[in-house]
């Protein structure tokens, strides 16, 4: 670790990639369990969370940005990740979130979804590097030293080496770290990581540098260290497999990981529904579902999409209404597995 007041990051310390829909406080918690050693919120607006501080205290509810926060004390280190345009919404957002508690943020510079974009922030940074570098230093000013680093992608249009410029600007400006998920806006996840860009930046940059992109596998992600970078971030990898993290170190100890079965895929799968149950909020969908209950529908089949027996447990799970109908599913589809 390059700062002691910074989240933890060096080959030893895998951390879970910011996941929007995905990476909420019981995922985080069941990837922590499995050796993640820091944790990213899905991505939140800058702006809208303002809104709802102001909301909140004005003793009205609290709206979905102010959610994406949801955190127990188990869930730490956790990084914050904004987006936002404007260098004083972003200032403002993370000030008011470490009054509440909150201590590490990043900045997103790589989203390429529409909604994000027409706002001129995540990937449309990368477009205007100036303003970039404006939103990042606002940042890592409100956060202090140690604290704060950015989430970029290679450029917004293929062909353009944006962040190598850009990257070594935000460390001038006092960016902790830099994560690089080495593609191009445009190109969402078609083709593969550029692993020779991820190099490029280690080498050109003395902060650490976080690999992410196409690590599916314990053994990518060991791989992918020889870029010089300094630790390595999952993301899809870890929807499919919360274990992988645990995979990865056992490989980096020269231990032999464990192979993925339908055991530890059930075991995923309960666990998960059990953090899911207890700790998200009880809201019901319009069905009268608990809203975290339709959510998991969605995922529980990831984990055991290998083994026989999956078509017939989605659909079995379509007409899932409760928490205790979910787990007796899962024990009467996989019977020797939990
Ligand atoms: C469903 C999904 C949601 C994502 N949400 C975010 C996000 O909120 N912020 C962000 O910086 N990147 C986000 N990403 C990108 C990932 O963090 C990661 O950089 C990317 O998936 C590449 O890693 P991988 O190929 O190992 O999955 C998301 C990716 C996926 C698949």
């Known amino acids: ?7 933890p990051i060096g080959p030893g310390a895998p951390w879970l990639a910011p996941l929007a829909g995905f990476s909420d406080l019981p995922f985080r918690l069941l990837c922590r369990e499995n050796g993640a050693a820091a944790a990213c ?3 939140i607006s800058a702006k809208g969370l303002l809104r709802d ?22 869930d730490a280190p956790l990084v914050v990740q904004l987006f936002g345009a404007e260098p004083d919404c972003i200032a ?30 995540g990937a449309a940074l990368l477009r205007d590097p100036d303003k970039a570098v404006a939103v990042g230093r606002a940042l890592f000013r409100t956060a202090g030293e140690g604290r704060a680093g950015c989430k970029l992608r290679l450029g917004p249009d293929a062909g353009s080496s944006a962040y190598a ?23 969402g996840f078609a083709g593969s990581a ?27 992600a060991v791989k992918r260290l020889e870029t010089g970078v300094r630790g390595v971030m999952f993301a899809r990898g870890a929807l499919a497999d919360p274990g992988i993290f645990r995979r990865y170190l056992d490989l980096l100890a020269g231990r032999v990981p464990e192979a993925y079965t339908g055991a530890a895929g059930a075991a995923f799968l309960l666990r998960h529904a059990r953090l899911a149950r207890a700790l998200s909020a009880e809201r019901a969908g319009r069905s009268g579902i608990p809203c975290a209950l339709l ?36 024990r009467e589809f996989f019977p020797d597995s939990v």
Not at 92 to 120: H, L, Q, W, Y
């Open 92 to 121: 403002a957002a993370a000030r008011e979130a470490m009054g509440r508690g909150f201590v590490f943020f990043d900045v997103n510079m790589g989203c390429s979804v529409p909604k994000v974009i027409k706002t001129g922030a």
């Open 165 to 187: 410029d850009l990257a070594r600007r935000l460390e001038d400006e006092g960016a902790a770290w830099l994560t690089l998920h080495p593609r191009h806006a445009r190109q």
């Open 53 to 74: 501080f102001k909301k909140a205290a004005s003793a009205g509810p609290h709206g979905a940005s102010a959610e994406l926060l949801r955190t127990v004390p188990e």
């Open 41 to 43: 919120t899905e991505m």
């Open 1 to 7: 670790m390059k700062n002691a007041s910074g989240p």
């Open 194 to 220: 550029d692993c020779a860009a991820l190099e490029k930046l280690a080498r050109s940059v003395s902060i650490p540098v976080l690999a992410s992109g196409d690590l599916f596998s314990a053994e990518e």
């Open 295 to 330: 959510k998991m529908r969605g995922i529980a089949p990831r984990y055991l999409r290998a083994f026989p027996g999956v078509g017939r447990f989605r659909a079995a799970l379509a007409h899932c209404a409760g928490w205790d109908e979910l787990n007796a599913l899962t």
